[in-house]
């Protein structure tokens, strides 16, 4: 299997010029069996990340152009009167996706944000008092402009929870920038990418991650850090139980990809500031990441991993 994570980085790379990171951090959250949450300014390559991975296992891609008066029924679908058959039949709406791209999520109302709850985390559609499992593997990439940009609505608590990572691609380097128009003249595009490995691939691939082995020792640094934000007192709202459970299976997918069998304390340093920023509340004037940085600096590692 380790041929199918080769060859899926290196078709995200034909797109995606020059962030290694943001291909790790994606590969992580899908095959942790999450989603991601990205973070930043318009035409910096999200949407194109969202098609090139799902191009690249063969899966179908829906996308949400998330507005003020998107409605629920068109995320989840719903049940239209057939006047032929006399019956009401279900016409699905995107989230019957293989790969999911929220695009400006936080431009939706509340109402139509928690309609992601149910299918984010268990993969199913209640419409009318029946549950639709949607197809799988099943992963949301969302998007979200910052924070203080009009006509935004901050997504609750619970939306944020249940992204296992958030990140941002930022600008390309001059560099990077360079390649990529070069690659443009070269009609380089996620229409030319085949599909390198197959939708089983993907979840024989989740299964062999979540496998990974996480020692006591390192459960109870992670432990220490997700507690003592629940302690801070420059955050209002600590880790929730989920961000655990969140870590740990970034974890694993991270150390999947480093083709280890076991976990180490560098995963957890370099997933924790992704994983638990977006699910902290700060305190007024603080920023979540910069409180993350300084938890990993307090929490000595040394004292739970020899």
Not at 277 to 294: C, F, M, N, W
Request: charged letters at 25%.
């Amino acid at each position: 299997m380790r041929e199918s994570i080769y060859a899926l980085t290196e078709n995200l790379s034909r797109t995606i010029v020059g962030k290694t990171d943001a291909i790790r951090l994606v590969l992580v959250a899908l095959l942790s069996g999450g989603h991601a949450l990205l973070e930043d300014v318009p035409g910096v390559g999200k949407t194109l990340l969202a098609k090139s991975l799902a191009r690249s296992i063969d899966g179908k891609f829906q996308r949400i152009q998330c507005t003020p008066d998107l409605l629920p029924t068109d995320i989840t679908g719903t049940n239209i009167w057939n006047p032929s058959t006399r019956e009401f039949e279900f016409m699905a709406g995107p989230t019957f996706a293989n790969i999911l791209l929220a695009d400006e999520i936080n431009r939706a109302t509340p109402r139509t944000q928690s309609a992601l709850l149910e299918v984010m985390e268990e993969k199913q559609v209640t419409v009318d008092g029946q549950a639709r499992p949607v197809p799988k593997p099943f992963f949301v990439i969302a998007t979200q402009n910052p924070v203080d940009s009009q006509g935004t609505f901050p997504l609750p608590e619970a939306q944020m929870d249940r992204f296992t990572l958030s990140f941002s691609m930022g600008y390309p380097s001059e560099e990077e920038e360079l390649l990529m128009l070069q690659k443009q003249l070269n009609k380089t595009s996620t229409d030319q990418l085949q599909p390198c490995i197959t939708l089983e691939e993907v979840e024989q691939l989740q299964r062999l991650a979540s496998q990974i082995k996480v020692a006591t020792e390192l459960q109870q640094y992670m432990l220490a850090l997700v507690r003592s934000s629940r302690e801070d007192e420059e955050i209002t709202l600590g880790i929730s139980p989920r961000g655990t459970v969140a870590l740990q299976r970034a974890t694993q997918a991270l150390a999947f990809l480093e083709e280890r069998d076991y976990a180490i304390p560098d995963d957890v340093k370099y997933l924790a500031p992704h994983v638990l920023s977006h699910r902290l509340i700060p305190a007024a004037g603080r920023k979540a990441k910069t409180i993350v940085e300084r938890l990993l600096r307090s929490v000595a590692v040394e004292k739970f991993v020899s």
